[in-house]
């Protein structure tokens, strides 16, 4: 192993530096479970080409990747609460959409490319925060209860990196001002420390009020993709995929804005079903959902 | 796609309950990026073949696999420290471990098999903390600056998850009694507020203040290593490996635990390199290390 010295760990950033990112590992061939094998292990440190940094997504953590025809057969769905505490999560995020949507100003003109910008960007840097509170804390009790995670963990933090791939890809479209910042910063405060605190009180709560958001935010993308079909996005039908979201949801080369709304909303409709699933399980079963799944 | 129904969300919770998880997914073919492929998914989700859960560690993210080279040459390294930061964070250490030697009675008297244990399993609890902390707040900046992470997260989260295998091994072989957990909940509660806000306030700090602790990790289990060889552990020579182990570092089949130890104290040298680079980079640097790496 390599000795930690000051040398060692400058030579280590260097040839780092210096190396070849710009090849983008092929994600199937990823070598996520290494055989032992030096020569194999020497092979993957020498591989090099370009001086670029990698592009976004490279190191993702495993995702569903959607077919055409689950693409298209998202529908709007709900889920009844039962119980008091399904019901305190439905209209708590009822309450949240309502005022949202006045204070944004969504619920009033014409639709346009600004105004959903601004609220897909807003509402993403919100959804990355529940997953990595959840499994944060249960890492937490995991360490804490000496006790095993049921495997809940990987699926909370897929859920988390994939909205702030959902972030990354309409921050591509446009760069927020001031006053945006200043609101997405307030909001990341107020809502990590309530979520942070219900989630030590009651995880049931949590998963149910995620479902219940992702069925609003499939009712918002349905809406955007209603809005490129005939209304005032319809510019989003021949607009180029970012590459990086190209790349992520293994899209065609010549995928469009459309294309991509369409993923985004497969995977809220996926982080949907998934929460209610938790919600509805105990916290000791274990989680049915796979690696990627 | 399912609609989240009640009906819906209990058949899926039902289907998972019935099965299947006593096969365990072969790690070298985990389906991590699915090709877009209807039948193949619906492959999927009708495996399965028993009724247990599936074994700890089933749904681990990538970690290195050390190859027996790697294993026996690890050594003891000291990088020193330059600058107010890194020596503050080298003294945070050598107080740290100093008061709990005294403390854990680890000083005084032979050592034996439950000390050993005692002192792995309360370390591993704390050791857990940092990887997790550091991925969270990163996360939580991406979202709020919205600007891309440049691939740090995934490994920090691997380390968190690497320290959790490390404590879920050393439980298989005792179980902690009420002052022991007493004592882990004030440790978890303590540290994960200090690093938190240290994090916030100096990420370099954090990453040195873990080079650090892991010179001292690898001490340690050099010392057990050498008890295992001449000292008062030497039946780990021919004690079993838990069988979770050996799965999780893809040990072979008739594995002791001094393979295990052996396994841990490669993943602490690990550690160790890659937080004293990370806290010699910028917090723009990219991250040189990839998935399972
Ligand atoms: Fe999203
Ligand atoms: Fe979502
Ligand atoms: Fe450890
Ligand atoms: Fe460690």
């Known amino acids: 192993r390599p000795l930690a010295t000051k040398d060692d760990v400058e030579k280590n950033i260097q040839k780092y530096k210096e190396g070849k990112f710009g090849t983008l590992p092929d994600p199937d061939k990823l070598d996520h479970f290494r055989k032992s094998n030096d020569d194999k292990k020497q092979a993957t440190s020498l591989q090099a080409s370009t001086e670029d940094l990698p592009p976004l997504g490279t190191h993702a953590l495993p995702h569903p990747i959607w077919t055409e025809r689950e693409l298209h057969s998202v529908e709007i769905t709900h889920k009844p609460p039962e119980g008091f505490v399904d019901k305190a999560a439905y209209y708590t995020v009822q309450i949240m959409r309502t005022v949202f949507d006045v204070i944004s100003g969504f619920k009033w003109g014409q639709t346009n490319e600004q105004k959903w910008l601004k609220r897909i960007i807003f509402l993403e840097t919100v959804a990355g925060v529940p997953g990595m ?45 001031f006053m945006f910042r200043t ?57 180029p995929s970012p590459e990086f979201a190209t790349r992520y949801w293994k899209l065609a080369p010549d995928a469009t804005m459309k294309d991509v709304i369409l993923a985004i909303r497969a995977d809220e409709a996926h982080h949907r079903l998934v929460n209610h699933t938790l919600a509805s399980m105990k916290e000791t079963d274990y989680n049915p959902y796979k690696p990627g799944q």
């Open 183 to 239: 609101g997405v910063i307030v909001a990341q405060g107020t809502f990590v420390t309530l979520f942070s605190f219900s989630y030590l009180i009651s995880p049931r709560f949590c998963h149910r009020f995620v479902g219940y958001l992702e069925e609003e935010a499939v009712k918002t993308y349905t809406k955007c993709l209603k809005d490129i079909e005939d209304g005032n996005m319809q510019h989003w039908k021949t607009h």
């Open 133 to 177: 509170v959840a499994a944060m804390t249960r890492h937490l009790h995991s360490l804490r209860r000496m006790q095993r995670d049921y495997g809940w963990i990987h699926t909370l933090l897929e859920e988390a990196e994939n909205e702030r791939m959902h972030l990354m890809t309409a921050l591509q479209l446009r760069q927020p001002g």
